[in-house]
Nanobody
Framework: QVQLVESGGGLVQAGDSLRLSCAASGRSLSVLNMGWFRQAPGKERDFVAALRWTGASTYYADSVEARFTISRDNAKNTVYLQMNSLKPEDTAVYYC??????????????????WGQGTQVTVSS
């Protein structure tokens, strides 16, 4: 069993940066595909970014491409989401997720086996 705990959310102004962390226990992240998703109020949960288990490939939603970066620290067993140039539309609860195997798409929530509890990010204009 894998446990994921997100942290780093908060209230920031448009244009600011935040770094979210996802600390894992129960298994090494170096063998898991990792993803970040977000859910804005009244909306469905959407894909944000993903990192292939090898660490060699990253994937991003068009809305965050060039602003967000997903990375991993194997020594700390932690995945990060660096968010720059934040916009009010980035306001959401951000979830970290882990997948043993990607069968359909890194953007498909159904491919992920483990989820964190989420961390709130609020961007004011």
């Amino acid at each position: 069993q894998v446990q994921l705990v997100e942290s780093g959310g908060g209230l920031v102004q448009a244009g600011d940066s935040l770094r979210l962390s996802c600390a894992a226990s129960g298994r090494s992240l170096s063998v898991l595909n990792m993803g970040w998703f977000r859910q804005a109020p009244g909306k469905e949960r959407d894909f944000v970014a993903a990192l292939r288990w090898t660490g060699a490939s990253t994937y991003y939603a068009d809305s965050v491409e060039a602003r967000f970066t997903i990375s991993r620290d194997n020594a700390k067993n932690t995945v990060y989401l660096q968010m720059n140039s934040l916009k009010p539309e980035d306001t959401a609860v951000y979830y970290c997720a882990a997948a043993n195997l990607i069968r359909r798409s890194y953007a498909d929530q159904l491919d992920y086996d483990y989820w964190g509890q989420g961390t709130q990010v609020t961007v004011s204009s």
